[in-house]
């Protein structure tokens, strides 16, 4: 599986952004698989942003992004989005789309693939 995430750029706070994480495999999905969306900002550890179980389509978020950030898939093109609305400086990071096979998951060491990561900054 490879992941390619883009979307990423400059705004303002109290903008928005759509990150799209485009899968590329051979054959299809498994429903039991977990697309996440993860963060890393300058110093600290990567953090959890949201999942969803590519399958059923239940999701899972952050508290600090819960109401603020949508996850959703198109199973036809293969392709994850993490809708971003009210942003906060503090959003600000690198972002990662990964693939469990397991599952939705919190934790980055449960992914086995991740994209290469795309900028969001936030301005104040």
């Known amino acids: 599986v490879q992941l390619q995430a883009s979307g990423g750029g400059l705004v303002q706070a109290g903008g928005s952004l759509r990150l799209s994480c485009a899968a590329a495999v051979s054959g299809r999905i498994f429903s039991s698989t977990g697309m996440g969306w993860f963060r890393q900002a300058p110093g600290k550890e990567r953090e959890f942003v949201a999942a969803i179980m590519w399958g059923a389509g239940w999701s899972a978020y952050a508290d600090s992004v819960k109401g603020r950030f949508t996850i959703s898939r198109d199973s036809a093109k293969n392709t994850v989005w993490l809708q971003m609305n009210s942003l906060k400086p503090e959003d600000t990071a690198v972002y990662y789309c990964?693939?469990?096979?397991?599952?939705?998951?919190?934790?980055?060491?449960?992914?086995?693939?991740w994209g290469q990561g795309t900028q969001v900054t936030v301005s104040s």
């Open positions: 990964a693939a469990n096979r397991q599952g939705v998951a919190r934790q980055s060491q449960d992914y086995d693939y």
